[in-house]
């Protein structure tokens, strides 16, 4: 998502109805997140449905084939938008909304940001807009990340408990392995081709005779690991 577009977002978020002039509205967004742990890198499932109050069909148009849009807002700035590296589709669109609650749409967000590094640890705004020309609600939820675990306090876990761990990849005596100011662990595999830089690794730990082995499920680059720079 480029500046305008976040601009004209915001905007329209400041001219949108108060809290008891939507739920007084004929048709409302109703948004809720659901996540099954608060660590970094773990996924959350944004649900959007339509409520229609007014007892009848009501038609909806959109101007391209994109309904909604989603973004992740950090501190103000967006990290991740729904209609990143995508180009809405200008055909037009019309959406029946009978009476009661209609499901819309679910989508699930994996945590990391638009350039693929991890989320920084703390609270951001999920942001929903309904892009229709006759319907341009916006709905803000909030939802806040975890800090991540030292390699100390994620070796005090039981084998098999699913942790979330930042540090850095390093190499020694032909292995692999995740190492920060308090420890290290051996790693099931590699972060790929020379990572560089704190990565936040989430996985579970298992007992291979007296060695403890960390089994990476995901990992990506600390938020405060900027991408290398395109040769």
């Known amino acids: 998502m480029n500046r305008a577009d976040f601009i004209a977002v915001t905007a329209a978020a400041t001219a ?14 109703v948004v809720t997140l659901q996540r099954d742990a608060t660590a970094l890198l773990a996924p959350f499932v944004v649900a ?6 007014t007892g009848k069909t009501v038609r ?23 209609l990143n590296q995508h180009k809405p589709i200008p ?34 705004i999920v942001r929903v807009a309904m892009l229709g020309t006759s319907f341009g609600m916006i ?6 990340f ?8 994620a070796l005090k876990e039981k084998p098999g408990t699913v942790v979330t761990v930042a540090a850095d990849q390093i190499s020694f005596g032909g292995g692999v392995y995740l190492r920060d100011t308090t420890g290290s662990v051996h790693l099931a595999r590699s972060l790929g081709l ?11 730990l298992d007992a291979v005779g ?8 995901r990992f990506a680059p600390a938020f405060d690991n900027p991408p290398l720079p395109s040769p």
């Open 146 to 153: 975890a800090q991540p675990l030292t390699v100390a306090d």
């Open 48 to 53: 959007i449905a339509l409520n229609n109050t």
């Open 16 to 29: 949108a109805p108060s809290p008891r002039a939507a739920h007084e509205a004929p048709i409302v967004a």
């Open 60 to 82: 909806l148009d959109f101007p391209t084939a994109d309904l909604f849009r989603i973004d992740v807002i950090k501190d103000d700035s967006p990290v991740w938008s729904s």
């Open 139 to 144: 709905v803000d939820k909030q939802i806040e």
């Open 91 to 124: 055909i037009n669109r019309q959406l029946d909304v009978p009476p009661g609650t209609t499901k819309l749409a679910s989508m699930t967000i994996d945590g990391t940001t638009d350039d693929r590094r991890s989320y920084a640890p703390g609270k951001y």
């Open 194 to 204: 020379h990572p560089t830089g704190t990565y936040i690794v989430r996985g579970f």
């Open 210 to 217: 007296d060695d403890r082995i960390f089994d990476v499920g």
